[in-house]
């Protein structure tokens, strides 16, 4: 049944979603299902509120406290040189409050870097790569092409690999490992640095 339900303590999760991580995603991460369901019952109680107030602060002395337990307040610098200008940006940025909204702001905006470059005059559009209605092939190259450009510079890979030749991005005992498509030795996985 599509809407069937495992009640995991307060919580109630979608059967193909206990099921789907129990069985695919548990395994190659050294938790057992009972630790990790009892985490994300923990996760959801703490953080559910923030959905249903989303925008609406009612107790604006414990959000705050909240938030600079988080990390996502820092104490108040006494720089005099220090200014922030919230005129003419999106209501995500300028009212709407919480550290939530960074993710979905972006993804409201672009849907994804290849997105926002593809998109925007982020790229040039000379040399056949204007943007257009239909998909430009040479333009989405383009655009890959600088994202791995970035990725290289911004998060280079270890033993001089370029992110030009991965092809797969991974998870692997709690570290990050990059498949490389053209120097791959069998399964060799090389690591970010």
Known sequence: ?????????????????????NEEVLPDMN???????????????????????????TDITAYKTFLYDIGYLIPQTND????????????????????????PLVNARRCSLYDALYSTDAIS???????????????????????????????????????TDAIQYSIVNGEVKVRNLFRQIGNQIISCK
């Open 1 to 21: 049944m599509a809407n069937e339900r495992v009640r995991i303590g307060n919580v109630q999760v979608a059967k193909i979603l206990f099921d789907f991580v």
């Open 31 to 57: 938790i057992d299902s009972d630790t990790f369901w009892s985490g994300a019952e923990l996760i959801i109680a703490e953080l559910s509120p923030h959905r249903m107030h989303q925008g609406k602060c």
């Open 80 to 103: 005099e040189n220090f200014q922030i200008n919230t005129i003419n940006v999106d209501n995500e940025i300028s009212v709407q409050v919480a550290p939530q909204l960074a993710v």
């Open 125 to 163: 559009d000379c040399d056949s790569c204007e943007r257009t209605n239909e998909n430009n092939q040479k333009r989405g190259e383009k655009v890959i092409s600088f994202t791995r450009k970035f990725l290289d510079q911004s998060i280079p890979l270890t033993s001089n690999f370029s992110h």
